[in-house]
Each structure stands twice: as structure tokens, then as C-alpha cells.
Nanobody, 125 residues
């Protein structure tokens, strides 16, 4: 069973930065793409960023492109989301997810069979 544990959320002022981490259990972390999603209460969960198995390809939603960077360290079974120039609209619970394929560059939730519990990010104005 795959388990994903996010960390690094918190309260930050607008313009600030945070780095989220997601550590996965199991030996097959490097075989799959990974993604980050976020959700605000009362709204649907939305795609943020994805990375392929090797870390050589990434994909971002338009609203975070140029501000957020997804990366991974397969030796540590960890995927990161570096978030810079944060805005109040970035406030949400952030979830990491493991894709069902090596490429994993997909924005569709049904392509991610495994999910973490989430970490809250709050950006104050």
C-alpha cells in the first residue's frame, strides 16, 4: 500500500514563500509521476503541478506558472513544491498524489490513484 505524507504548510504573508514536501512509502516511488493539487472549502479540487518519474518533465496550471516549481528526489522518495510570490488566492489545502503511469504529466484526478492527507497553506494579505 502506498502512503503519502505532506508537510511544510503554514501561514505566510502575500509575496512570501513556502516549500511543501511529500514523502512516499514503498520502493516504487521512482516508477511513477507525481502531482500536486489544491482545494478550497466548497470548491472542487484543482490541479497545480505534475512531474514525470525522472523529474525531467514538468507541467503547471497557468495560475502558478513562473511562481511554483515542482521537483523530486527519488533517493528520498520525496516530491517538492516550491511556492514563491504567494498570493491570497493560493490559500488552500494542498495534496500530493501518485500517478498511475511513469509519465504522469496529467491534470486529471482520476489518473492519480493514491493521495496524501493534505497540508494547509494560508496566505494573508
Amino acid at each position: 500500500q502506498v502512503q503519502l505524507l505532506e508537510s511544510g504548510g503554514g501561514l505566510v504573508q502575500a509575496g512570501g514563500s513556502l516549500r511543501l514536501s511529500c514523502t512516499a512509502s514503498g520502493r516504487t516511488f521512482s516508477d511513477y509521476g507525481m502531482g500536486w493539487f489544491r482545494q478550497v472549502p466548497g470548491k472542487e479540487r484543482e490541479f497545480v503541478a505534475a512531474i514525470n518519474w525522472s523529474g525531467t518533465s514538468t507541467y503547471y496550471t497557468v495560475s502558478v506558472k513562473g511562481r511554483f516549481t515542482i521537483s523530486r528526489d527519488n533517493a528520498k522518495n520525496t516530491v517538492y513544491l516550491q511556492m514563491n510570490s504567494l498570493k491570497p488566492d493560493d490559500t488552500a489545502a494542498y495534496y500530493c498524489a501518485r500517478a498511475s503511469t511513469m509519465a504522469g504529466l496529467t491534470e486529471y484526478q482520476y489518473d492519480y490513484p493514491y493521495w496524501g492527507q493534505g497540508t494547509q497553506v494560508t496566505v494573508s494579505s
